[in-house]
C-alpha cells in the first residue's frame, strides 16, 4: 500500500497548541497527504500552518465561522470528492487534532486492507484487545452505553462505536453523507454503514487521554442529547 495514495483528515478548532506536532507525526511517519480544516479557529492555526501551506501535499480549507465536528467532517468529504482523482488518493483517515491518536497504529490499519480486500473501512477500538488506552471509567460507561445503542439502531455492531480513528476507501463518500450537527454525526456515519451494507473491521488502537482532552470532551459529551437526535433522525425526519 502507498502511503501517497492515503489523506489524512485533519479537523482542528483552536488547536494551535498542538496540531503542529500532529502533523509533524504524520510526515514523520512518512505520510504526506494531510487534509487540514479549520473549522473557524480564533486561535493563530492558520499563522501556524502557513509554512507548511507551501507543500503541495498539505490542503487547508478553513471555515469563516465555527460550525462543528459533522460540518467540518463534511467539507472534509466534500473536498476529498471533488480533487481525490486528482490528487491520487484511494483511502481516508479520519485524524484527531488534539494528539489523541497515535500514528503507529496506522500499521494495524494498513495491514487489515491489505490482507482482505473486500473490506470498505476498519474503525480503530479501544476495547477490542487490551490497548494502552487510558480511557477514564466514567467514559468508559458512556461508551458501552454508545456501543449498544449504536448496534440497536444500526445492525453495525462494534467493540467501539464513538472512535475517530478510522480508516476508509475513498469511493464510500460517493453515498456516505452527514447531514446531522452536533457530536451525533459519528452515530450517523456508522448508520450510513450499515445502510450501504459496507464491509468494516476493526483493529485495536491506542487513545492517549489527558486534562486538555477531556475537558474537550465534557463539554460536548452529551450522550442522551446525541441518542434523542439520532433517534428522531432515523424514525421520524
Known amino acids: 500500500m502507498q502511503k501517497n495514495k492515503i489523506v489524512f483528515l485533519i479537523r482542528a478548532y483552536n488547536e494551535a497548541t498542538r496540531i503542529l506536532e500532529v502533523i509533524e507525526g504524520i510526515i514523520w511517519a512518512g505520510f504526506d497527504q494531510i487534509l487540514v480544516i479549520d473549522d473557524g479557529s480564533t486561535d493563530h492555526t492558520d499563522k501556524l500552518l502557513s509554512p507548511l501551506l507551501q507543500s503541495q501535499s498539505i490542503h487547508y480549507v478553513r471555515h469563516v ?30 485524524f484527531d487534532a488534539d494528539g489523541q491518536h497515535d500514528i503507529k497504529d496506522m500499521d494495524h490499519f494498513m495491514d487489515l486492507f491489505k490482507k482482505d480486500e473486500s473490506l470498505d473501512i476498519i474503525f480503530g477500538s479501544r476495547f477490542i484487545t487490551k ?22 439502531i444500526s445492525w453495525v455492531h462494534l467493540t467501539d462505536a464513538h472512535n475517530g480513528y478510522r ?38 488502537v491506542n487513545i492517549h487521554y ?8 465534557q463539554r460536548h459529551g452529551w450522550p442522551l442529547r446525541i441518542a434523542g437526535r439520532m433517534l428522531y433522525k432515523k424514525f421520524f425526519s
Open 167 to 204: 480508516m476508509f476507501r475513498v469511493n464510500i463518500l460517493d453515498k456516505v453523507h452527514i447531514t446531522m450537527d452536533g457530536m451525533e454525526y459519528a452515530s450517523e456515519f456508522i448508520d450510513q454503514i450499515g445502510i450501504y451494507k459496507y464491509h468494516f473491521a476493526e483493529v485495536p
Open 131 to 152: 490497548t494502552n488506552s487510558n480511557v477514564p471509567f466514567f467514559r468508559r460507561i458512556i461508551l458501552w452505553g454508545g456501543r449498544i445503542f449504536t448496534s440497536l
Open 65 to 94: 465561522t465555527n460550525r462543528g465536528a459533522w460540518a467540518a467532517l463534511e467539507t472534509g468529504f466534500a473536498y476529498i470528492r471533488s480533487f481525490h482523482e486528482l490528487n491520487h488518493w484511494k483511502y481516508v483517515v479520519t
Open 210 to 217: 489527558d486534562d486538555y482532552t477531556m475537558t474537550k470532551w
